[in-house]
């Protein structure tokens, strides 16, 4: 009656042992780490890179207390605080010879401590939310009128391009705050204007004005059109931040839309403020120049090499060591960019780069690469101000149709880093720091204990509570309870969740919920105790009676915490995942893992004659 087959026991005892492994790793706490990774779309942090930090710190006598190196860069791990600090200036010096242009980021943060062999199973410490963690807040906020702008600037170079194509004569396009001004000198030709654009840039709304040969045509942006830019904008800067963000390694950082203009950014675990801005505020522009092939001479370009530059003239170095001239002039910008893909040559197979310009963009370069045949035409990546020359090929034949693809000595994985940095290396709207603030580690260390402290005193308080009015079987719940605790936290860090203040609050609340569960069992026992029923029977229906109840108090309380979960945000986001991952460990340790310790207490006894579970022992 009350036995379970072999292998419920043995699933029960795997699952055990499983949770202990994966919730291990959250006793061994965090470390201070310096973290390095690229600050060019170009250059990656590699094996070389690691062998640079480790002779760095070996010449220092440092000795760090582990080494990694990941998708995201290169980890150092430090025994304290102070060596963490005096190895990340170390290293910093050691990679970027020249400050001023760094090559790497090096930034302070947090690596959890747990064992090789832990790590080499996946088993992880659960994240840990800028609350308990220390870390760096932001709030960011858009400025949709440059949006806008931006955009109707688009529309306005699209219109005229439009009217070109189209064969439509016009006596200007000028560009106003309020929107567009065409001018016509006739009413047919404004009327053949006006439904050519009706047809191909539907956003735009437009109004006659002005008589005789004066004639206007008055373009603004659509309320629905303008409304549907700024949602764009908002959502491809967080989707920015969050490219950008990656090169930090931060672990489960938190950007998310904070009304209809502004942007919260949460870095748990990073405690230099500097670096994060700087990782913030970075851009990268395309730009395509024509190179000066007049003055691409041996003795004109020694003589730039030392500062000599011809006048229109700027002086780079390509990838393979060869000097160049390009001129100053800018033939086409990042602005015309609409996307940005990595490829392969179809005729070399070399990594490349493919990139789709918009309307005005592709009829600026064909217009130039018709002139251009038989030349060599530069393309600059610019960061943080500075410029470095990707490829200069020589220009075969017109290039139109907007797609143009770029090769030039790169590897697969920069060229993906290429494409990613240019199709979202800019800002669809400037963003400006409104709000910035850091939370230390000391502090998100405290509010781990008073929240860890307040769970274990509750804990106790009701394990205390159960043995003393259940006996036997209130150190069944116990145990229970013990092994649901074990299965959230192993959850947590299974799913690499990341568990806040909140989120303690929600453990605190499956405790409690998970004990009433027991609770329910042990008293639905009692009842058929009194009721004249044998203990191995009173067992039976307790827990076959009882699992209707469990199962609809539960049901309820997920169906409210999945609301929790689909609607809310921020700190209430971060409870309903622990509280709705707490009531499926509730169900499984409070009813299978209770009654697997029942069944091997009792389930072999043929002839029970009482069980503890009350204040006198029940016949």
Known sequence: MNRYPLWTYVLVALALVLGLLYALPNLFGEAPAVQVSSAKATLRADASTLAKVEESLKTASIQPTGVFQDANGIKVRFADTDT???????ISQSLNADPQNPSYTVALNLLSSSPTWLTAINALPMYLGLDLRGGVHFLLQVDMKAALTKRLDSLAGDARSQLREKGIRHAGIRREPSGIVIRFRDEETRVKARRMIENQLPDLLMADSGAGSELRLTC????????RTQEFALKQNIQTLHNRINELGVAEPVIQQQGADRVVVQLPGVQDTAKAKEILGRTATLEIRMVDEENMTPAALAAAAQGQVPFGDEYYVERNGQPLLVKKQVVLTGDRLTDAQPGFDSQTQEPSVNLTLDGAGARIFRDVTRVSVGKRMAILL?????GEVITAPVIRTEIGGGRVQI??????VEANDLALLLRAGS???PMEIIEERTVGPSLGAENIKKGFDSTIYGFAAISAFMVMYYVVFGVFSVIALSSNLLFLLAMLSLLQAT?????IAAIALTLGMAIDANVLINERIREELRAGSTPQAAIHAGYERAFGTIMDSNITSLIAGLALLIFGSGPVRGFAVVHVLGIFTSIFSSVVVSRSIVNLTYGARRKLERIAIGNTDWK
Request: avoid cysteine.
């Open 382 to 386: 610019f960061e943080k101000g500075r």
């Open 407 to 412: 090769t030039g000595r790169m590897t697969t």
């Open 220 to 227: 603004t942006i659509k309320p629905e059109a303008q409304k």
């Open 84 to 90: 963490q600090l005096k190895a990340k200036d170390l």
């Open 427 to 429: 800002l669809a709207a």
């Open 499 to 503: 568990l806040t203040l909140p989120g």
